[in-house]
């Protein structure tokens, strides 16, 4: 073997060495990021069932598997006593628990779409996923500027348009303005 | 390449390969699902009428050596408490094209299609009705599953039902209402 060769196997197990450290090490512990500006609570509901319909069914983002989890009628249920669609609408504990997994997925990015209003509200993953321009298994959601679109971009710039959610909804599932859950988001 | 300068090391690699391919093509994840279903049960051939309520897309996935694809498919229960069969009942599924489909459960409450006869775009919509009963999905069947793919209704209408689960399909409540 020649030094050549032998310089090169070192320089190989040492990039690879690097590597399996940097895997390993943990964030400073002064990395921890306070989010500075939060989207709206209140008015958050019908997004949530939104999200739930759109893309929180059982196969999808209603599995615990996934770091956008969400709970809701439609899908994955909190309580343990609740089914899939009974009681009907999302219980406000659903809510809450959809509200922290969308705020726990980029906080520094949420926050500052957030104070911008949205005015870029593609700084957010989930919003390039839903609109199909950034890789998402589940394929584009909806398209930029439609009800869906709009439901949650108006919540990120400050209030949710919950007729924005109900259309979007509508638009979407069986029965319309009829079904179950378009009514929970329109008569809540 | 001439067959004078294929040589043992070409061999060695097209061994290779098709082991490495061997081994891609075997999916743990589906093997132990697969293997969670447990046998055929007592008396039933392999056919349309076995493994009713089970998650049929799971073999009939099409993968080599595997039987034949579905692209959507599923069995009707006559209500949520128990296991009877709703045979003859219509199943009727739109996908997000337009595209829609007629099928009827059989006597085992089965019901399947192949992609020769429909291969939809997800999401679809699905209606079952028996005479003038009608059941409709609320929600939107979206074929995106840890196995895939999954056209299979018992991927989520599994038993018992649950907070992950809304049970199996049937076509009827316990006291004769209709399923939400």
Redesign the interface.
Known sequence: MTFAKILGRVAIAGALWSLACSGCSAPPSDGRYAQTSLPDAVTFSPVATLLVVRCGSLECHGTVARNLRLYGSAGLRWSPTDRPLVPACDTSAEVAQDYESVLGLEPEALSAVVASHASSPDALTMVRKARGVEAHKGGQIWTAGDESDTCLVSWLAGAANANACASGLAAVLPGGSSNPLVRCVSQP | MSPTTFTAAHVAELVALAALASVAACDPVRADAINALGPEAPGVRRGPLHRPGQPCLYCHDGALGDPQRFTIAGTVFETPSATFAAAGVVVSLVDAKGSAIDLRTNAAGNFYTTPGQYDPTF?I?A?IQAGSQVV???????????VEP?GACA??HFDP???????HVSMALDDGGTP?
Do not use: K
């Open positions: 999401p919509q209606t409709r999905m609320q929600t939107l069947i979206e074929g995106n599953g840890t999954n991927t989520c039902a649950g907070p992950s689960s809304p049970g939400p």
